[in-house]
């Protein structure tokens, strides 16, 4: 395949930035879109009139998360339920013409071309994505507990979020709610998560407007771009947690 690369180059976080025109050839379709921009890195690297494209990637299997471009104007590209990393070139024509850029929000500020800086995310979790367990030697058996199955199945769903951020990036609101509320219902819905079920909530919500990022307005396009289909039934937990947290205090 012969391609027309339309990539979003900024040179750091103060440079205004803009799209330049790359042309790459010989593109096989079994190739990963990710071994499409490394083998375009190659040919940058040996022309040496500039630097490489700076893009972020770490596991190139769909579970770190790290892989978050804006591909034709959709987070992670044009397939459902996969990351950049698990896209393939099969997906795209001979003369295609393809736009990458990074993640556009307040809240992820780009750092060098296609790399944003997620470390909102870390911080929203910080504040509560945890639970505090015993683990000085008499720590309970895990199967002591009776979970519905039912629960443990949403409760695992919630918990395979990868904190990509395609969520915030597909939200007209730049709303960082599907993420937030996976992580508030991955507990919530576990006898594990009840104890600091309150302040878990109400402190996750309150770094995520710190951060930032908007409101959720119900659109939805955050549980379509999710790669992995995050239910915006989380969204709809999370706000009853909240009411329910700010009704009855800690
Ligand atoms: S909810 Fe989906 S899109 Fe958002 S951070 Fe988690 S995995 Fe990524
Ligand atoms: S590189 Fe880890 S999810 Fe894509």
Redesign the pocket.
Known sequence: MKLTLKIWRQKNANDKGGIKTYSLDNVSEHMSFLEMMDVLNEQIIAEGKEEPIAFDHDCREGIC?MCSMHINGQPHGPDRAITTCQLHMRSFNDGDTIYIEPWRAKGFPVIKDLVVDRSAFDRIQHAGGFVSVGTSGNTQDANAIPIPKADADKAFDAAT???????VAACKNASAM??VS?KVSQFALLPQGKVEAKRRVLNMVEQMDKEGFGNCTNTGA?SV????E?SLENIARMNREYLKASVTGE
């Open positions: 998360g979020c990868i904190g990509c951020g395609a969520c599907l993420f996976a955050c771009e999710c790669p992995k995050i």
